[in-house]
């Protein structure tokens, strides 16, 4: 599962990649995790399966959806972003009916 | 409360959305996110080839050997590092000229250089020739940023134009010509039409006003430049990036549009340290430097201080958010805390929230405005820790004190709405 955070300059959502790397690891999934600008998406909408947004820019939600296509876009809430909660991001996007 | 939220998510929201995905707004900040190296670069140059006290006028001691040491290593790394800070900010208006015309090429997914050699052209083209008839570079730092702005988009936007329009195309394609050679000659046309076009404008210009274009531009904005280098500017500006933050939505929509006018400012004072002004006389105030190292100290909403408050909270919920929130707040990100603690769309700490960054930006203005405290003429970057940047910005130890106060003062401001706020959360787990 090749997981995108997107948020304004790619460093808070950077503190999440790490949480997120080692979570797909726990759990046994083969994937990556890449955080970057929201400003360089398109460079990684084709290599990308799963699209997450920091809350800071959830207003961006539906122009990424646009570009996302058929793919999962989920802006992750404030909560779990603050507590940098991997385990619960990771529970949604399986919850949101994302194979793995 | 519930009606507050239905605006914001409803009405501010999307105009948020509206304005960040403006095309020139997000290109701009494309252009300076890519210059911020360039900006580290020029700023260890000019700090490493200038010692902050002369010692030759010293009494002798640890502290005149020190300046002493400095300007030997001055001197001998002076000739290398002087050519680097020379191609670094007393070039930016030219690298943002490039980055205009590759980013707006890359949002219009034209896949050719040309784009970029008319952008840059055409700004080179605007800043005229000297009297002896040579180019140039005067305009090329600070001075010519808005002028390479405004025609890089106007000249990148009419090539386009003509460009898609098909005006003058001369088509090649077909004959087993390779398609990139097809696709700039083809466009040959267009390309003379745009630098014809902005040579003429040049030089009608320098005929009406005596000056190249960057010269009337830079005093166009003059106004717009003075009101946010300006204690007023630093309060409003402040304000209503912290309303934004309290919300949970990130400022980029404000402050890649205040890009220019902080990087303009940082560039003045660099080129005129480098020329011998005295870092406490340097014209300008309000820079990069001081809006990310002096006021947003730990992240916007200067919150260093309430994530070492958080991280020693009784409350378990803070503190585990305190806990995650210290490295990352030593390095100015405090999306942890923002989302966490939370401060977004919480009453009791919102007071704190949006006004402890202004009170940092005033108390700072009026330190470098009186003279107390050197202003800055280089940037340690954003994510640099508030004391040591302060620091390297400015060279002036005071500057490192005056860090440590702010911090000790925003502490004292966020202490009694923290203390109500952990009361209230305390409640909460006992129950």
């Known amino acids: ?100 | 409360m519930d009606k507050l939220n239905h605006l914001i998510e409803r009405k501010v929201a999307p105009a948020a959305n509206k304005l960040s995905r403006q095309k020139y707004l997000q290109v701009i900040q494309n252009v300076f996110l890519a210059m911020v190296p360039l900006f580290t670069i020029g700023s260890f140059s000019l700090v490493i080839t200038s010692p902050p006290m002369d010692y030759t006028t010293m009494e002798p001691g640890i502290l005149c050997s020190i300046m002493k040491g400095w300007q030997a290593l001055a001197d001998f790394t002076g000739p290398v590092l002087n050519l680097l800070f020379a191609v670094t900010m007393p070039f930016m208006a030219l690298y943002v000229a490039m980055g205009i015309g590759f980013f707006l090429a890359k949002h219009y997914k034209m896949n050719t250089f040309v784009p970029v050699i008319i952008t840059t052209a055409s700004f080179v083209i605007s800043t005229g020739l000297d009297k002896e008839g040579n180019l140039s570079f005067v305009n090329f730092d600070a001075t010519g940023l808005f002028a390479a702005i405004l025609v890089s988009i106007v000249t990148f936007e009419t090539y386009r134009f003509l460009s898609e329009k098909k005006i003058g195309r001369i088509n090649l394609e077909g004959g087993g010509v390779p398609p990139a050679l097809a696709d700039s000659i083809g466009n040959l046309i267009p390309i003379m039409i745009v630098l014809l076009g902005i040579s003429i404008v040049s030089n009608i210009m320098i005929a009406l006003t005596g000056g190249a274009f960057p010269a009337f531009m830079a005093m166009l904005m003059s106004p717009l430049v003075l009101a946010v280098d300006n204690i007023w500017g630093v309060i409003i500006l402040s304000v209503v990036v912290m309303l934004f933050w309290w919300f949970g939505i990130h400022d980029s929509v404000i402050t890649s549009a205040l890009d220019p006018f902080f990087y303009n400012n940082l560039g003045i004072n660099a080129a005129a340290f480098a020329a011998g002004t005295a870092a406490v006389a340097l014209p300008r105030i309000v820079t990069t430097p001081f809006w990310w190292n002096f006021m947003a100290i730990g992240g916007s909403g200067a919150t260093l201080g309430l994530a070492f408050l958080a991280a020693s909270s009784k409350s378990k919920q803070i503190r585990t958010i305190g806990r995650i929130s210290v490295i990352p707040a030593i390095f100015n990100i405090n999306e942890p805390l923002i989302f966490g603690l939370p401060l977004m769309y919480n009453p009791i700490m919102m007071i704190p929230f949006i006004i402890v960054m202004p009170l940092n930006g005033v108390l700072t203005y009026l330190a470098m405005s009186s003279g107390l405290v050197a202003r800055t003429f280089a940037y340690a970057s954003w994510n640099m820790f508030a004391p040591i940047a302060a620091l390297i910005d400015t060279m002036d130890v005071k500057a490192l004190l005056l860090i440590l106060v702010l911090i000790v003062i925003d502490i004292l401001i966020y202490l009694p709405f923290f203390k109500v706020y952990e009361k209230q959360k305390l409640k909460e787990e006992s129950m």
């Open chain 1, 1 to 100: 599962m090749n997981i995108l955070l997107i948020c304004n300059a790619g460093m808070s959502t950077g503190i999440m990649r790490l949480r997120l790397e080692d979570e797909l690891k726990r759990r046994g999934i083969e994937g990556s995790v890449n955080a970057v600008p929201l400003v360089e998406l398109d460079d990684y909408i084709e290599s990308a399966e799963v699209f997450l947004l920091g809350p800071q820019i959830r207003f961006a939600k539906d122009d990424v959806a646009a570009k996302a296509g058929n793919k999962l876009t989920m802006v992750i809430a404030p909560q779990d972003f603050g507590a940098m909660n991997a385990k619960k991001v990771m529970d949604d996007i399986i919850g949101n009916g994302v194979n793995v």
